[in-house]
T-cell receptor
Framework: GAGVSQTPSNKVTEKGKYVELRCDPI?????LYWYRQSLGQGPEFLIY????????DSGLPNDRFFAVRPEGSVSTLKIQRTERGDSAVYLC????????????????FGPGTRLTVL | AQSVTQPDIHITVSEGASLELRCNYS??????LFWYVQSPGQGLQLLLK??????LVQGIKGFEAEFKRSQSSFNLRKPSVHWSDAAEYFC????????????FGQGTELSVKP
């Protein structure tokens, strides 16, 4: 079956502009995660959805960042008034969140969207 | 604070030699541990994971890792490295009470000499 897909693969924008990054998770996966990976660093958690609701948005750096998942499948990460420091690869992952000891399942990652803010 | 440390930013090994990549974590809850590999232009691929039970876990591509609670470590090993193993390797930790979000180390870049 298809894996996690992300569009666009590359996005170049100007400082101050608004961008949307899309994630299509693996069909049936209830949990969806967004991470940001800066050059030379490991991925950094941004936000996590269980179904349609954001269960944990503690990683969003500020109120310019917002994410939605209205139907519990596709998610969109939205960045307002982009800044040069937002340049990074934005990764999306999904998992079939289990229960109890299996509440932490394998996360399947998409190829990422490389965002460049000029 | 929760953290994952990969002390080696870059390692070079000869093809056929053994490999060990280090990972140390600081985590208040019972940790679940993962190793991911990232090749240039590719997404993160899971190599192996530890949830509970046997502390020596086997993964794909001939990799294994050992969980040592007393040392807060989860080092990745491979007995004989292949040129195709050259990539970036990330250790990550999560827990049940964190909803599955992962904290990653900064990564170790592996180069393989012919």
């Amino acid at each position: 079956g298809a894996g996690v897909s992300q569009t666009p693969s590359n996005k170049v924008t100007e400082k101050g502009k608004y961008v949307e990054l899309r994630c299509d998770p693996i069909s049936g996966h209830t949990a969806l995660y967004w991470y940001r990976q800066s050059l030379g660093q490991g991925p950094e958690f941004l936000i996590y959805f269980q179904g349609t609701g954001a269960a944990d948005d503690s990683g969003l750096p500020n109120d310019r960042f917002f994410a939605v998942r209205p139907e519990g499948s596709v998610s969109t990460l939205k960045i307002q008034r982009t800044e040069r420091g937002d340049s990074a690869v934005y990764l999306c992952a999904s998992s079939s969140l289990g229960r109890g000891d299996r509440a932490v399942n394998e996360q399947f990652f998409g190829p990422g969207t490389r965002l460049t803010v000029l | 604070a929760q953290s994952v440390t990969q002390p080696d930013i870059h390692i070079t090994v000869s093809e056929g030699a053994s490999l060990e990549l280090r990972c140390n974590y600081s985590y208040g809850a019972t940790p679940y541990l993962f190793w991911y590999v990232q090749s240039p232009g590719q997404g993160l691929q899971l190599l192996l994971k530890y949830f509970s039970g046997d502390t020596l876990v086997q993964g794909i591509k001939g990799f294994e890792a050992e969980f040592k609670r007393s040392q807060s470590s989860f080092n990745l090993r491979k007995p004989s490295v292949h040129w195709s193993d050259a990539a970036e390797y990330f250790c990550a930790v999560g827990s049940y009470n964190q909803g599955g979000k992962l904290i990653f180390g900064q990564g170790t870049e592996l180069s393989v000499k012919p």
